[in-house]
């Protein structure tokens, strides 16, 4: 498994990209933003990072988890079929 790549922007909330995909004719870097929801919970969702063309697009919270690491865990078994349809109702 790839070591995520964590990029802290703020105290609140933790990043990681988990992949590059391709679709509507650019590649797309795929991050997962994760933040506490209460005590023993954590929600996480999908950027989309386009290399050009397009804005980035974020999904709402679409993993939820006791731990961060579950949360970055689940999004690295996300298939990227599945990550080409989430990007794409995004539009």
Request: proline letters at 4%.
């Amino acid at each position: 498994m790839q070591t995520p790549i964590i990029d802290r922007a703020n105290d609140d909330a933790d990043g990681a990209t988990i992949c590059r995909i391709s679709a509507e004719g650019t590649r797309w870097r795929v991050r997962v933003e994760s933040w506490a929801v209460a005590e023993g919970e954590v929600s996480g969702r999908f950027v989309f990072e386009p290399e050009a063309r397009y804005a980035t697009r974020a999904s709402g919270p679409a993993l939820r988890a006791r731990r961060r690491e579950e949360v970055f865990a689940a999004a690295h078994e996300m298939p990227e079929e599945r990550l080409r349809e989430l990007l794409h109702s995004l539009s």
